[in-house]
């Protein structure tokens, strides 16, 4: 009975190398395309972050915008055409002027809750007006929305000395 044995050296192993080779391929490209993967989601993450902060500070603009104009006593945020006669009092809306990079532009709204007054201990009358306004800004997109809301309270006393 003859013994055969296998050839050994180089050229046994040719076929071997050749799948360690390809199976290190294959995980290398397993790697890279999960970096992408993760990649990619963090690059909408930080986009998603920048549209809403954007939207953030869009609102807070127009709500100190509206703020500033009570405070200057400028009825004409009040006295505007568009009042919604359905509201409890009078209502009022108005637009921001606002960057390019936003896709819509800032809005207020401005409610009359009314006047609210007291005599202090001097005698003293003290009255008050009160308006809810309500602002939203978008960020870069129209899903990028927030809304924010502010009780404000404006002294139109006259001046008791």
């Not at 939203?136 to 924010?148: C, H, I, K, P």
């Amino acid at each position: 009975m003859p013994f055969h044995c296998r050839p050994s050296g180089p050229r046994a192993q040719q076929g071997m190398a050749l799948i360690v080779s390809l199976v290190f391929l294959m995980l290398l490209s397993m790697i890279g395309l999960s970096s992408m993967q993760n990649t990619t989601m963090q690059e909408r993450m930080a986009g998603n972050q920048r549209d809403r902060l954007m939207a953030f500070e869009a609102a807070e603009a127009a709500l100190r915008e509206a703020e500033r104009q009570v405070d200057a006593g400028n009825t004409s945020v009040l006295d505007d055409a568009r009042w919604r006669e359905s509201a409890p009092r009078y209502t009022a809306e108005h637009t921001l002027a606002s960057d390019a990079r936003l896709a819509r532009e800032p809005q207020y709204h401005v409610y009359d809750l009314g006047v609210v007054g007291y005599v202090n201990d001097q005698g003293c009358e003290r009255v008050y007006r009160a308006f809810h306004i309500t602002a939203t800004g978008y960020g870069g997109t129209l899903n990028s929305r927030v809304d924010l809301e502010s009780r404000y309270i404006n002294d139109i006393s006259e001046s008791c000395d």
